[in-house]
């Protein structure tokens, strides 16, 4: 016999998927020639535009976000080229890695863990490094639990540098108005806001940038943005697209207009705000407590407790999935993330489980502390 322990996610990527998605995706396949497809297409399309704040085309690649970083670095910059990266985590390397591959020349503003990067950091290395041809950045770095101010830097580059955003745990999470803000490439992916499975990667770029693709000299073949663009406004991908996983967007992407985008990010910013409540009112520490993320909350785990094994316990023994830490972090935090499809409830149960965790573990702790701060914020979606 085995105990029944019901599976929980609250991890920053793979997120929960509505039911309405698994319906769409469950579908027997179509074909991507045909004109049911070709509808699914145009609406997903003119969706994303919406979420991305864009008159842009949003294109959409059959890869991870990953993928999505790689096809803007090679489509944008050149072997022998100079880019600044703003590295204050693991994404933030993971540019700097994939800038490395095509032989660009990759320059560094390095940011402490668990802060934010300083907009006047950004200015002098702009200054310092006049001839960089683009700035890219997380505008969430999810290893960190950290928001970088994307909408002050972007004020930097126009008519400079291209900025080059990785919004994966930021697009659908909170305002990020492509065109308003002056962004010249926005990237997300599908595992995380867009309540779908991992598979499909996003990329808007603007004129400025668009015009770059043509330019560039890396090599491309996959991910040739300029062979993209034109096939995608033909109503079709360059290659086979993941079709389940569209026609679970345009599920995702109804959810979101019914929703409405405005109750979207107000519920991700009550549920970080809550989860953060519940974390002071438990005397744990934040890992960004200044600039923290509305997509995760990052926590240090107290006292001499393993982290990794009160990830373990937590996953194996109460069915609830939390991140840990990279690198230097491995054990020592804890990441509670709150973006895509949760509510009120998910937090008060991740919360609820956190607490029971750390008094199994040995950690002085009234059962409901952090669970009671977590309501009074969340009582607000009730009252409003
Ligand atoms: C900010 C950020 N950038 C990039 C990635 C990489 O995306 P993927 O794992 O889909 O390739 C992630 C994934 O968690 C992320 O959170």
Not at 52 to 62: E, M, W, Y
Not at 272 to 281: D, F, K, L, P
Not at 349 to 357: P, W
Request: charged share 20%; aromatic share 6%.
């Amino acid at each position: 016999m085995e105990k029944m322990i019901k599976q929980y996610l609250f991890t920053p990527g793979p997120t929960p998927i509505p039911s309405e998605v698994v319906a769409a995706m469950s579908q027997p396949i179509i074909h991507h020639r045909t004109a049911p497809f070709s509808r699914a297409f145009e609406e997903v399309r003119r969706g994303l535009r919406k979420l991305f704040g864009t008159k842009n085309d949003v294109l959409i690649l059959a890869s991870s976000g990953t993928g999505a970083m790689e096809a803007g670095v090679s489509n944008l910059l050149s072997p022998g080229e100079k880019a600044l990266v703003v590295n204050g985590g693991k994404f933030g390397e993971r540019w700097l890695r994939i800038c490395r591959a095509y032989g660009i020349e990759a320059v560094e503003i390095k940011v402490e863990w668990g802060k934010a990067v300083k907009v006047e950091a950004v200015a002098k290395a702009l200054k310092d490094h006049a001839d960089t041809r683009a700035l890219l950045i997380q505008a969430s770095e999810t290893s960190t639990s950290v928001l970088h101010p994307v909408r002050e830097i972007a004020k930097l580059t126009q008519n400079g540098p291209l900025l080059v955003v990785d919004g994966i745990t930021a697009v659908g999470v909170l305002p990020m108005p492509q065109d308003q803000w002056g962004i010249d490439v926005l990237i997300t992916g599908s595992q995380k806001a867009l309540m779908l499975p991992p598979g499909l990667g996003f990329i808007a770029l603007n004129d400025r940038a668009r015009q770059r693709v043509e330019s560039s000299k890396s090599p491309r073949f996959y991910f040739d943005l300029r062979l993209e663009r034109k096939s995608q406004n033909n109503g079709e991908t360059a290659f086979t697209p993941a079709i389940s996983l569209i026609l679970g967007l345009r599920a995702a992407l109804d959810l979101i207009e019914k929703e409405g985008l405005e109750q979207v990010y107000k519920r991700h910013d009550r549920l970080a705000r809550a989860t953060r409540a519940a974390v002071a009112a438990l005397g744990l520490k934040l890992l960004a407590p200044e600039d923290p993320s509305p997509a995760l909350t990052g926590l240090y785990v107290p006292g001499k407790i393993d982290g990794g094994k009160l990830l373990d316990y937590m996953l194996h023994d109460m069915g609830i999935a939390f991140a840990g830490g990279q690198d230097h972090l491995v054990g020592k935090i804890l990441r509670i993330a709150h973006l895509g499809y949760l509510g009120s409830f998910d937090v008060l149960m991740g919360i609820g489980a956190l607490e029971m965790a750390l008094k199994k573990f040995g950690y002085k702790v009234a059962l409901g502390q952090g669970v009671g701060a977590a309501q009074e914020v969340l009582m607000e979606a009730l009252n409003g």
